[in-house]
């Protein structure tokens, strides 16, 4: 049985993730266990140095990552999840995009990364998540 939905039923879905849409992510595409998303930048996203603060990054990776492994069909959620900041962000948009490495019944393991407008990776996120059993509903 094919578990796969389309993208446009995932980005319905995620529309209800309010804080990814309080933080300003836009889903761009999801499926077959890839997802890409991005965010525009703007004050609100700088901590105290004036830098983009990690947390923002953060969630952009994350809404990536669920988005890729929850494009299979069925309810996921992370189990373990790690970032690396590479370098300082240059300009304002961050595209993040998710790679699946391994979709084991249960056990699920992503690889996102994110890059800034130069093209270049700012940081490297590792997901894991736990794949229920039931599917989820858009």
């Known amino acids: ?9 995932l980005k319905s879905f995620f529309r209800k993730d309010l804080f990814a849409e309080f933080v300003g992510i836009e889903l761009l595409e999801a499926g077959d266990g890839r997802a890409t998303a ?33 494009s ?5 959620v992370a189990i373990h999840c790690s970032i690396s900041y590479l370098k300082a962000v240059q300009g304002d948009l ?30 490297l996120f590792e997901g894991m998540a ?3 059993g039931e599917r989820w509903v858009a």
């Open 1 to 9: 049985m094919n578990e796969e939905i389309t993208s446009d039923a």
């Open 72 to 76: 299979r069909g069925r309810a996921a």
């Open 38 to 70: 991005r965010l525009k930048l703007r004050d609100h996203h700088r901590n105290g140095l004036g830098l983009v603060h990690g947390g923002a990054i953060f969630t952009l990776a994350d809404l990536a990552f669920a988005a890729a492994v929850n």
């Open 94 to 123: 961050l595209l993040a995009e998710a790679e699946e490495v391994s979709c084991g019944p249960k056990i699920a393991a992503y690889t996102i990364r994110i890059t800034d407008d130069s093209g270049e990776m700012i940081s």
């Open 130 to 132: 736990y794949r229920k």
